[in-house]
């Protein structure tokens, strides 16, 4: 299994409206990231977990809130949202630091804040 | 303070010709270099790779030259395809660290 999965596709919600994203990997990695991209944007990193813990957070602003249950899962909570917070949300795995081994993506989450 | 750069926003190649992508870094500590293809609405799809104690590295038609004394990679698509179509994102990491660095991204169209 070489694959990110991502849900749901995409995502209406308005700004008082709390909802999560999640995040599934089956590979072993122990490395997972958020990323926020933006249309002709390159991918902007939010949060990553290394071995189930947050170790980077990108000064990202409360309203998005990660969750790491296992080494599987990934989840990002949203909470009053903005308007410019609509966006493509990409989860991405990743062996772990080391070694010289790549992010895999999955395939994202259309999140539109009305 | 962008760390990875691509200059060329876009590209038009014909097809069965040579693409050739560049990206410029200015961290000297960077010693992973990846390219992503991405469809729009899609998730990026990885490529090729390369470390930094290669110059080149290929992998069927895209191969991926290093140049570190001019921090400067580039990726050849030989020959190009109308479903190579897409934006090509450069990264670079720290192989000790978690954190990838993306270019803006260049937008290559194939013309058939």
């Known amino acids: 299994d070489t694959e990110v999965t991502q849900t749901p596709k995409h995502l209406v919600m308005g700004m008082t409206n709390k909802k999560s994203l999640k995040c599934e990997q089956h590979?072993?990695?122990?490395?997972m990231y958020w990323y926020k991209q933006k249309a002709k944007k390159p991918p902007e990193l939010m949060f990553v977990?290394?071995?189930?813990?947050?170790?980077i957070n990108e000064s990202v602003p409360s309203r998005f809130s990660p969750e790491c249950p296992n080494s599987s899962l990934l989840n990002l909570h949203l909470h009053a949202l903005q308007p410019e917070d609509s966006a493509l949300y990409l989860c991405?795995?990743?062996?772990?630091?080391?070694?010289?081994?790549?992010?895999?993506f999955g395939p994202g989450t259309r999140l539109t804040v009305l | 303070d962008q760390q990875v750069k691509q200059n060329s926003p876009s590209l038009s190649v014909q097809e069965g010709r040579i693409s050739i992508l560049n990206c410029d870094y200015t961290?000297?500590?960077?010693?992973?270099f990846l390219w992503y293809k991405k469809y729009p609405a899609e998730g990026p799809t990885f490529l090729i790779s390369?470390?930094?104690?290669?110059d080149k590295n290929e992998d069927g038609r895209f191969t991926v030259f290093l140049n570190k004394s001019a921090k400067h990679l580039s990726l050849h698509i030989v020959p190009s395809q109308p479903g190579d179509s897409a934006v090509y994102f450069c990264?670079?990491?720290?192989?000790?660290?978690?954190?990838?660095?993306f270019g803006t991204g260049t937008s290559l169209t194939v013309i058939p």
């Open positions: 991405a795995s990743r062996r772990g630091p080391n070694n010289y081994n790549e992010q895999f």
């Open positions: 590979m072993g990695h122990r490395a």
């Open positions: 977990y290394s071995y189930e813990k947050l170790s």
């Open positions: 961290n000297s500590m960077f010693d992973y």
């Open positions: 390369i470390s930094s104690i290669k």
């Open positions: 990264a670079a990491s720290e192989n000790t660290g978690n954190q990838f660095y």
